[in-house]
């Protein structure tokens, strides 16, 4: 069964960073497109990047691109998160994700379309 830990969140100030980890456990993790994902109080989930199995490709939205960088070692099991430039409206609950998928080339974006969650890791930004 596969386990996913995030790791890495905490409190910092506006303008600073933070790198977040996820270490899969349970299965071979070059076989999942890997995704971040935040929930924010009052709001949707929403994605914050997704990365190809291979590390080619990723995804970012508008709202954090050119800030966030997602990373993987399939060597280690493990996808990170850096964030920079954080922003107050950073500030969330933030979930590592993994689909098991064919592709070595595939971004996934749709949090419905993932097969397995960790159990979040908060991240506060002060103003």
């Not at 950073?90 to 080339?105: K, M």
Request: hydrophobic share 35%; proline share 3%.
């Amino acid at each position: 069964q596969v386990r996913l830990v995030e790791s890495g969140g905490g409190l910092v100030q506006a303008g600073g960073s933070l790198r977040l980890s996820c270490l899969m456990s349970g299965a071979r993790f070059d076989s999942f497109v890997m995704g971040w994902f935040r929930r924010i109080p009052g709001k949707e989930r929403e994605i914050v990047a997704s990365i190809s199995r291979n590390g080619v490709n990723q995804y970012y939205p508008d709202s954090v691109k050119g800030r966030f960088i997602i990373s993987r070692e399939n060597g280690k099991n493990t996808v990170y998160l850096q964030m920079n430039n954080l922003k107050p409206e950073d500030t969330a609950v933030y979930y590592c994700a993994a689909q098991r998928h064919a592709s070595s080339y595939t971004i996934t974006r749709p949090a419905g379309s993932y097969d397995a969650w960790g159990q979040g890791t908060q991240v506060t930004v002060s103003s």
